[in-house]
């Protein structure tokens, strides 16, 4: 609960001491944020009667000056410029001003410029700058993520700007938390160590002071990690709720489109999957989608009894009940409905594009050895006219990236057959990722194969035989928290910044994976925090990411790279 | 959770360019802030204070229609008309609950057992549920009023104070009628121990006492009893009528007011989506309003009529150079 408990917190501060009704103003950031964490009817419980985004309200011109405005904006120059075109043209009747991350001096200057009329009651900094998904994992939903794969000196004002949204963002998670953390990154990646860095920065010399919180006797770990350390996991298809949700059909802000899916009746086109406000959701999120299947059923069976004993009604006391019961069977309803839509929808995705099929030979290429087998399996799969460019493309990545050193002929051939099958595919975007994210880039152990210990427990392993082929990947996250829990993360592998140092376990750990987390990761998160070792863990990244995403992320970077390339 | 006020910050930088400001501003502007701040000081404090609160004194600040765009100077307006409906119906749903509270004293009240015949608490649970379910009957009706129509930012304002107010005297109906049912419960299973304990009472009588000297008067003892809890049962039959009638009732406004009402943890129910539906909305409405415009113009039906008309008389003339001619 903690990340979206602080959120809530924070919006609950700006309404308490403002009496009367009033309008909530907001950017398209912001919208966000508020979103995942309160619902409109809890707005309306707080005398909020209107809400809107801050480039709409300036085209309108009547006058609300019965309204009091309250206005939540990330601090960016935009939003003061649309700030002081509204102050000098006051349309409500006073203007609380509340700021996601800290406002520079020549800001407020701004803005207290343009308030002629007074009309500004409080100006204040309320750091709720990221959007909490869930209870442990937040995400800062950016829209360009790619510059973290480009080298600093292609675009570096895209990247300044990029680094800056993130520093600002965990500033504000660790604000939100109250603490000041102790800080590691990892060692291969120039973009995490500068974000490290540049925290750093913020949180012991510029605004030392507002980060000067009472010090428990451990402070926490923030570990900035770099998404290519673990490319295999956005690549690969998922089979618990929440993630294969995300990989089938997308999940943005907690909410899912279905519109692009199909014909589907206009309640239903567009549904809300919140650990928070759905029960159901909230037991089953990380099942994996056999057991789903199994208790939709029962929910479904539960809800037709109801059903049924609602259509027998004699008594007037059986009246009574049923409109006593109407809202609860309302609800239930269309929670019923809204799972079962989104179970039919995947597993019509899952037949049409071979999923299983696809899903079993990426398990073996990102778990087990053998690359032989696994040369053979891919090329069949390439072969298979049913199967879709983009799961080819997957699995040609996969085989890359595992076996980038082995045998190199076979994987020339495996990147001319691919060139030649899919019409789509871009030249060269597995042989750019092998660049970015090869062997000698990453940090950590990804397959188990470097260090005598994960060898042997990946023999182990195979011998005791898996429970669910499908499941079987563990993202290398997990590794890297379980070191953290037995206190034996390297130094050599994860730096720290400055001369921070730190004995023994932290007791509260957040990781940032700068270019994005997956939910696959999240759900790892959940699981270990659920275990009782000790530790609490937060996890949040750049955006949230899925098999489209990552690659086109790595498409739009190899896009620029190369006008770059050809500029110079 | 970490905040910084920047508040004085704020209001310092304001004071300061205020200061620079003033002398170098215009005769013009002067005059306007003038006039605008012997109207506007008054109105400011009034806009401070809560819309809600009972008793407020409505100056008349400014005799511009609120709806105006101001030129320059803010002349604070009085609130629209329907924020008078909404905080009637707000006044009412305050009295409703604070009557409830009395209900449930007296319901409690009335199921102790008593000396009395319990009829003045029967009176006053009567009259305060009705009172109740006339207050939230009126309230029901007034909130229809509140709809508007046309896409605005008012009518947002407007449909979004309704559902507050929908969703509050949805929960109150609820909890009437929650009430009710227990009463109504626990009334039903006094009337059976009522009528068990008489029934016993009776059955010991007949069984102990066997003599005919005794017979007699057994007899017209059994008969005042049972005509006393006859006359008991036919009482609680009737206050058990009168709950279930004004169950009813409440159901019947409960299932007015469920369309207005938001299903938490819906899609309705996200700030983002009613944003993008706003805008959406309001593009339709102007689609619709210019397919309207169009039809409208074309008046394919008064081209009909015309036609119709046209042709009646050309058959009239007809008709009468028919008669002529033979």
Redesign the interface.
């Known amino acids: 609960m903690v990340l979206v408990s602080?959120v809530r917190?924070?919006v609950n501060?700006m309404f308490q001491d403002i009496?009367?009704?009033k309008?909530l103003i907001?950017d398209s950031q912001t919208?966000?944020i508020?979103?995942v964490v309160?619902?409109?009817?809890e707005?309306?419980?707080k005398?909020v009667?209107?809400?809107?985004?801050i480039d709409?309200i300036s085209k309108?011109?009547?006058?609300?000056?019965?309204?009091?405005a309250v206005y939540f904006l990330r601090p960016t120059s935009e939003n003061i410029q649309y700030m002081r075109r509204q102050l000098s043209n006051?349309r409500f009747?006073?203007y609380h001003l509340f700021f996601s991350n800290?406002?520079k001096?020549t800001q407020?200057?701004l803005?207290?410029?343009s308030?002629?009329?007074?009309?500004?009651?409080?100006?204040?900094?309320?750091?709720a700058d990221f959007i909490a998904v869930d209870p442990y994992h937040f995400t800062l939903n950016m829209p360009s993520n790619h510059y973290y794969i480009l080298p600093a000196v292609v675009d570096p004002s895209n990247l300044q700007h990029f680094c800056d949204r993130a520093v600002d963002g965990i500033g504000a998670v660790f604000?939100?938390?109250?603490r000041r953390p102790i800080i590691r990154y990892s060692r291969t990646s120039d973009i995490a160590k500068r974000i490290a860095h540049e925290t750093a920065k913020l949180m012991y010399q510029q605004e030392s002071g507002?980060f000067d919180?009472r010090r428990m006797e451990m402070s926490p770990l923030l570990l900035i990690v770099d998404r290519r350390d673990d490319p295999v996991t956005p690549l690969l298809n998922q089979w618990t709720y929440q993630a294969m949700v995300h990989e089938l059909i997308g999940i943005q802000?907690n909410?899912v489109d279905l519109r692009s899916i199909g014909k589907l009746p206009k309640?239903q086109q567009?549904?809300?999957l919140?650990s928070e406000?759905?029960a159901f959701f909230k037991t089953n999120m990380y099942e994996n989608f056999g057991d789903i299947g199994m208790n939709i059923k029962r929910m479904v069976d539960d809800f037709q009894q109801v059903a049924k004993s609602n259509q027998n009604i004699q008594t007037?006391e059986d009246?009574?009940k049923f409109?006593?019961n109407?809202?609860e069977y309302?609800?239930m309803h269309?929670?019923v409905s809204k799972h079962v839509t989104l179970v039919t929808e995947m597993s019509k995705i899952v037949e049409e594009r071979k999923l299983m099929l696809v899903s079993e030979t990426e398990q073996e290429l990102a778990c087990n050895g053998g690359q032989v087998a696994a040369f053979e399996a891919v090329n069949n799969l390439l072969n298979n006219e049913s199967i879709s460019d983009i799961d080819r493309l997957r699995l040609v990545m996969l085989y890359a990236l595992r076996y980038e050193k082995e045998s190199p002929v076979q994987l020339m051939q495996l990147f001319n057959k691919l060139a030649s099958r899919s019409a789509k595919y871009k030249q060269g975007l597995v042989q750019f990722l092998l660049k970015q994210a090869g062997v000698d880039k990453r940090t950590g152990d990804l397959y188990g194969n470097r260090d005598f210990l994960n060898i042997a427990r990946n023999m182990a392993r195979g011998l005791k035989g898996v429970e669910n082929v499908y499941t079987q990947h563990q993202p290398l996250l997990f590794q890297t928290m379980e070191s953290i829990i037995k206190g034996r993360l390297r130094d050599v592998d994860y730096p720290y910044v400055g001369n921070h140092f730190q004995q023994g376990r932290p007791q509260e750990v957040i990781i940032f994976i700068v270019g994005g987390t997956t939910y696959e990761e999240s759900r790892s998160v959940a699981q270990l925090n659920a275990s009782s070792s000790g530790i609490r863990f937060l996890l949040g990244g750049t955006a949230v990411l899925n098999s489209k995403r990552f690659l086109k992320d790595l498409e739009e970077a190899q896009g620029i790279a190369r006008t770059n390339a050809n500029v110079v | 959770?970490?905040?910084?006020?920047?508040?004085w910050?704020?209001?310092k930088?304001?004071d300061a360019?205020?200061g620079a400001?003033a002398p170098t501003s215009s005769s013009a502007a002067a005059t306007a802030k003038l006039r605008a701040s012997s109207g506007g000081t008054p109105a400011?404090e009034m806009?401070?204070?809560?819309?809600?609160h009972p008793k407020r004194s409505y100056t008349v600040l400014s005799t511009e229609d609120?709806?105006?765009?101001?030129k320059g100077?803010?002349?604070?307006?009085?609130?629209?008309s329907w924020?008078d409906v909404s905080e009637e119906i707000a006044a009412n749903v305050q009295r409703s609950r604070a009557k409830m509270a009395e209900l449930g004293k007296a319901h409690a009240k009335a199921l102790m057992p008593s000396f009395g015949d319990g009829i003045e608490d029967q009176r006053n649970i009567e009259n305060l549920t009705n009172e109740i379910t006339n207050l939230l009957k009126r309230s029901e009706r007034r909130l229809q009023k509140l709809s508007a129509t046309g896409p605005?930012?008012?009518s947002?304002?407007r449909k979004?104070?309704q559902?507050?107010l929908a969703?509050d005297l949805?929960n109150l109906s609820?909890e009437l009628?929650?009430k009710q049912?227990t009463y109504l419960k626990r009334l039903r299973q006094q009337m059976e121990e009522g009528a068990d304990m008489e029934m016993n009472l009776n059955g010991n009588r007949a069984k102990e006492d066997d003599d005919d000297s005794d017979d007699m008067m057994l007899n017209e003892y059994q008969m005042a009893k049972l005509k006393q809890s006859e006359a008991y049962t036919v009482e609680r039959e009737r206050e058990i009528q009168q709950v279930?009638e004004s169950?009813?009732e409440l159901?019947q406004i409960?299932?007015d007011l469920?369309v207005l009402?938001?299903?938490?943890?819906?899609?309705?129910?996200?700030?983002?989506?009613?944003?993008q539906n706003?805008?959406t909305t309001v593009e339709e409405g102007l689609k619709q309003l210019q397919k309207a415009e169009r039809t409208q113009k074309q008046g394919g039906m008064v081209m009909c009529a015309s036609v119709l008309v046209i042709m009646c008389f050309v058959m009239l003339v007809l008709l009468i150079l028919k008669e002529i001619i033979f």
């Open positions: 602080a917190d924070y501060r009496s009367g009704m309008v907001l919208v966000s508020v979103s309160y619902s409109q009817s707005l309306l419980q005398e009667f209107l809400v809107e985004l709409s309108s011109k009547e006058s609300m000056s019965h309204l009091k006051p009747g006073e800290m406002l001096d407020i200057h803005l207290a410029d308030d002629e009329q007074e009309v500004v009651q409080q100006v204040q900094e309320f750091y604000l939100a938390l109250k507002l919180f802000d909410k309640d567009e549904v809300v919140s406000q759905d007037i009246m009574a409109v006593d109407y809202p309302r609800k269309g929670n | 959770m970490a905040t910084r006020n920047r508040t910050l704020f209001n930088y304001r360019l205020k400001r400011i806009a401070g204070t809560s819309l809600l609120p709806g105006n765009s101001s100077a803010a002349t604070i307006g009085l609130p629209p924020v605005s930012e008012d947002n304002i979004n104070v559902r507050q969703t949805q609820m009628r929650k049912s279930v169950v009813n159901a409960m299932k469920s009402v938001i299903d938490q943890g819906t899609i309705i129910d996200r700030i983002d989506y009613n944003i706003v805008a």
